[in-house]
């Protein structure tokens, strides 16, 4: 599980595969992140692109948490284009979250929803 800095970005990569939604998470740098996980050791913001390679005009309208009173994140911000989402971690609570993106496209009016990355917060302190 990679670990964040202050700040982070993460690519969320969608692919069609025999015509259904593929998710796959990277570095801007094109490094592979399995699963989208990352473990937070301080308090900071974690960003979460949107590559969009289906053709279906997918955009990000929020993020759904099985657990949102954890106090894992503390915050989540949508672009108004919806290509990016913000998290932001405190890093007060120790734990893990997990959560799913949730998508609209252009094809249809159904939602689209990710597979469940998740975020672990060790604070330091």
């Known amino acids: ?3 964040t800095q ?3 970005l993460i690519q969320v990569v969608v692919n069609l595969e025999n015509g259904e939604p593929v ?3 990277q570095t801007t740098g094109g490094q592979p992140l399995p699963n989208g996980d990352v473990a937070v050791t301080e308090a900071g ?3 979460y692109q949107l590559v969009d390679n289906t053709g279906k005009g997918l955009k990000f309208v929020g993020v759904g948490f099985t ?3 954890d106090g894992i994140i503390d915050a989540i911000t949508v672009s108004s284009d919806g290509q990016l989402v913000q998290m932001l971690d405190m890093d007060r609570s120790a734990g893990t979250t997990k959560f799913q993106f949730v998508l609209t ?3 249809n009016t159904l939602l689209v929803l990710s597979p469940d990355p ?3 917060n060790s604070p330091s302190n």
Do not use: D, H, K, L
């Open 67 to 69: 657990t949102p009173f």
């Open 45 to 47: 913001t974690i960003t």
């Open 105 to 107: 496209n252009t094809a």
């Open 23 to 25: 998710f796959s998470y």
């Open 1 to 3: 599980m990679p670990t």
């Open 6 to 8: 202050a700040a982070s």
């Open 118 to 120: 998740q975020v672990r």
